[in-house]
Structure formats: C-alpha cells, structure tokens
C-alpha cells in the first residue's frame, strides 16, 4: 500500500521540486492584434480566450537563451480536420526556434473540450527569440486557446 501511495504522489512532488518562473502569460485581449494570421485563418477573441478558424497564427517572442522553458495553455477544438492530401493531423500548439529547431504539443483534430497541454524545450546558446505556432497546419476547423503561460524550468 505504501508503495502505491508513494507511486501515485512521485509525479507531484516531483513537480513541486522544480523551482519555476514564469516568464510570460498572454492576454489575448491586449496581444491578438500582435499575431500574424497566415492566409486563410481568422482570429477573434472570445471570453479572454484566442479563436483561430482554418489556419495558422503566429507571434514572435523573446526568450532567454541557455534555458529550459515550458509551454503551457488550455486548447478546446470545433471539428478539426486535415485538408486533402495533407500530412498534419490538425491543433497546432508549438514554437520554432532558429532554422529547425521545433518543439510542441502532440497534435489532435476532432472537437474536444478545454484539455491542459504542455511541452519543454531547451533554449540552446544564441537564441533570443522564438515564433510560437497557434492553430491548424494543413488543416481546417477551429481551436480556441486560453490560459498560455511560458516559464523557465531552473
């Protein structure tokens, strides 16, 4: 019994272990106009959260360098699906840094209510800046984002 009690609160003192910072929390209804909105997607905002229909959003964002960060934010879907002939799967929750260096949330298409998501990454030396990714990639529907916090891991 001791042994499964153990097993089941490991994760979460393992959490509260880490000493977190946080490092941004976006206000869409101050930082919507600051996301570029690739050809074919439409932002709104709605109860505070970020709408995006059929396509992609990005924003750049500073970071510090020599880093680990992670990502969090709350994603609700309305019947995501890939377009024809497309290799994505559908929500699109990630950054790029540099030429090639991505990271992100698993991606998902259906419709689902608001699911907590998150992924780290490794800030390596020399990058300041990332593009955070919101949306669909090659794919069509609407995904609603709430919540979005970037902290630094120490």
Same mark, same amino acid.
């Given at each position: 019994?001791?042994?499964? &009690?153990?097993? &089941?609160?490991?994760?979460?003192?393992?959490?509260?272990?880490?000493? %977190?910072?946080?490092?941004?929390?976006?206000?869409?209804?101050?930082?919507?106009?600051?996301?570029?909105?690739?050809?074919?997607?439409?932002?709104?905002?709605?109860?505070?959260?970020?709408?995006?229909?059929?396509?992609?959003?990005?924003?750049?964002?500073?970071?510090?360098?020599?880093?680990?960060?992670?990502?969090?934010?709350? &994603?609700?879907?309305?019947?995501?699906?890939?377009?024809?002939?497309a290799h994505w799967k559908g929500t699109r929750f990630a950054i790029l840094m540099g030429k090639d260096i991505r990271a992100g949330a698993p991606t998902r298409d259906g419709s689902f209510d608001w699911t907590p998501v998150s992924f780290k990454v490794?800030?390596?030396?020399? %990058?300041?800046?990332?593009?955070?990714?919101?949306?669909?990639?090659?794919?069509?529907?609407?995904?609603?984002?709430?919540?979005?916090?970037?902290?630094? %891991?120490?």
């Amino acid at each position: 019994m001791r042994k499964l &009690l153990f097993a &089941l609160l490991l994760p979460f003192i393992a959490f509260a272990a880490e000493d %977190i910072e946080l490092l941004h929390h976006e206000d869409f209804t101050k930082t919507a106009q600051q996301y570029k909105v690739e050809k074919g997607a439409r932002i709104a905002v709605e109860g505070g959260a970020l709408r995006i229909d059929d396509g992609l959003v990005t924003r750049s964002l500073p970071i510090p360098e020599g880093e680990t960060l992670r990502f969090h934010a709350l &994603l609700r879907a309305e019947n995501v699906r890939k377009k024809e002939k497309a290799h994505w799967k559908g929500t699109r929750f990630a950054i790029l840094m540099g030429k090639d260096i991505r990271a992100g949330a698993p991606t998902r298409d259906g419709s689902f209510d608001w699911t907590p998501v998150s992924f780290k990454v490794d800030v390596p030396l020399g %990058i300041k800046k990332l593009e955070l990714q919101l949306g669909m990639k090659d794919a069509e529907g609407t995904l609603f984002v709430k919540d979005l916090t970037l902290e630094i %891991i120490k």
